[in-house]
Structures are given as C-alpha cells and as structure tokens.
C-alpha cells in the first residue's frame, strides 16, 4: 500500500528530491489538502499502514493526503552530508508545503506532524506566522522537553559517549534486529521508545520496526538535544531561539498527548499548550486510562494503536474540519 502510492513532484531549492506520496480524497470533492509529515528516525509508513492507515481514513472523510518524507528518510534523496534541524526547516519544509499547493492548486494546506514533524511545524508556524497552513494537528510533539522525564534525556548521555567518530546512529537497523522479538522479549530501546506495547498489535508493532525506521544524522541529535538549554530549541548555531517567542505562532492548533508517551511526556505536552499562547486557537487531547480510554498510549500508538481508529482519528478529522 505505502509503496505503491503516487510521488508528486517534490525538490528543495538546495537540489534534492523529497518522496511526497499522495493518497486523494475518496469523496470526489476533497475538503482540502493535508500534510502528515513523519518524526525523528522515521518514514511516513506509521501514516498509511495496512489495516492501520490514518492517511487513508482522511481520504474517505474527503481529504487529499499527502505523506511527505524528509531527506534522509525513505525514498527522498539522502545527503552524503551532515544535515539537521536548519535544512529540514530552510529546505525541506517549504518545498513540501509548495509542492503540496502547487499540485492540488489550493492556496492554503493543513498539517499533521507526529513527534519531530510537529515540532518542525511549531518552529516554522513561529519563524512564518503568516504560513499557508489552515490548521496543524500534532501527535506527541512538545517545544520544551524540560518538563517530565523523557527519554531523551538518556539519549543525551549516550550522544556524549559515541563522541565525533560515527556520523548516522543505525536506527532502521536497530529497528530490524528489535522486530525479530518485539512484542514478546525484553523491550529493547526502539520498542520501548515508541510503543506501550498492550495497545499496539504485534504485527503492526513488527512491521514498523522492519520497515518504518531510518538513520539519523548525529547532527540533528545535536540540534534536538538544545531543548535542554535554558532557551530551548535553537538552530542557526544557537542564534535563533523558540521558547521565547512561542506566542508568535498563531496557526489553529490540536496537540495530542499519550499518557505513556516516553518521548512527548505528558508535563512537556501540556508546557507547550501554555507556551503556544498566540495559537487562534489551541485544543489539548489527552490519551490513556486517566483520561478515559480503555488502554493507556504511548508515542506511535497515537497512529496505529489498537483503538486509535475510534479514539484518536475522528477527533484529528473534526479538528481538520474546524468542528
């Protein structure tokens, strides 16, 4: 299914060609254009997973969908260089959102970023507060990482011990090794990072570790790991900062949050509602036992989880509709 789609048209001003699939709106007339940008070491298969597909169920509420892969990560073309946070942000982004327009011929889009896709739409949304974008849906994304334990903080340490000598980290193969058992064994780092594994099937938890990761650049682990520092995420070489002007993002905005998320935790989720001051406006989604659903959800979970379909999409497609 994921591979099978149609690619649109996609290159960045700096020369590379981003995999842009396109799944259209199953209704005739689309409600309008939608962009689900994948996070950190992923692809957008957790987007359009067989029997599991966020994409696809947009399309048959009449949306035109459009799953975008950064450079890097799937079939886009990959950089022999180091790259980071400031070419996803001066490239990357901007092309999609362009290709996106160009191709349905609609002046405006909407965007739904899972964990670092929507951290890179709250930066853009801060740096453009004037950017085409109707309405943006984030699925376990925060702008500050300070508040709660994630488990970035322990990725932190092991960044300092692998030092300057390897230039990817080998997320898709760690992923691969850790499908052979997930679900059953031990819960390695890739499953436990990603799924609270009584909500996710195992099929679906297996596929996306076989096939749903890819390298990171130690670079962008370098960028990320400025959450951590009193302003927060920056970029530019630490001269532009997000934290302190959060307010200036002003697109309407939907933030889910998974109560066993160990990436987006649930104080660093709600810190980022507090910042986003300026949003037009701001819902916060909360998931898990204590808020009410029957299991409790952890990052990818938010997509594919076993009750996501009635849980978590239908809220996504009436925040879309502005309903």
């Not at 962009?35 to 070491?41: K, N, T």
């Amino acid at each position: 299914m994921f591979d099978s789609r149609e690619l649109i048209p996609c290159r960045t001003s700096d020369g590379l060609s981003l995999a842009v699939r396109r799944i259209p709106s199953r209704t005739g007339t689309a409600r309008g254009a939608v962009i689900l940008q994948h996070g950190l070491g992923s692809n957008g298969l957790a987007f359009d997973y067989p029997g599991h597909s966020l994409a696809e169920a947009l399309a048959n509420a009449g949306f035109d969908c459009f799953i975008s892969e950064l450079r890097g990560a799937g079939k886009s073309d990959r950089p022999d260089r180091q790259y980071g946070i400031d070419e996803y942000l001066d490239y990357d982004i901007p092309a999609v959102i362009d290709a996106v327009r160009q191709y349905t011929q609609r002046e405006r889009v909407s965007w739904i970023g899972h964990s670092m896709g929507g951290i890179l739409m709250m930066m853009h949304g801060i740096d453009h507060p004037d950017a085409p974008v109707d309405r943006f849906v984030a699925l376990g994304s925060a702008l500050d990482y300070r508040p709660g334990n994630s488990v970035f903080k322990q990725v932190r340490k092991a960044r300092v011990l692998a030092g300057n000598w390897l230039q990817f980290f080998p997320f898709d193969v760690n992923g691969r090794a850790n499908a052979l058992i997930a679900g059953v064994g031990p819960a390695l780092p890739p499953e436990l990072m990603n799924f609270w594994r009584s909500n996710v099937e195992r099929s679906v938890m297996r596929g996306i570790l076989a096939r749903g990761f890819t390298p990171i650049p130690m670079r962008l682990f370098d960028d990320l790991d400025t959450t951590f520092d009193d302003a927060g995420f920056s970029r530019k070489g630490g001269s532009v900062h997000y934290l302190p002007r959060a307010a200036q993002l002003r697109l309407p905005t939907c933030l889910f949050m998974g109560s066993r998320d160990l990436q987006a935790t649930e104080p660093a989720v709600e810190e980022t509602a507090r910042l986003l001051s300026g949003a037009r406006t701001l819902e916060l989604v909360k998931l898990g036992k204590a808020h009410g659903q029957v299991d409790d959800y952890g990052h990818i979970d938010l997509v594919v989880g076993r009750r996501a379909q009635s849980e978590v999409w239908p809220k996504i497609a009436q925040f879309l509709q502005g309903s």
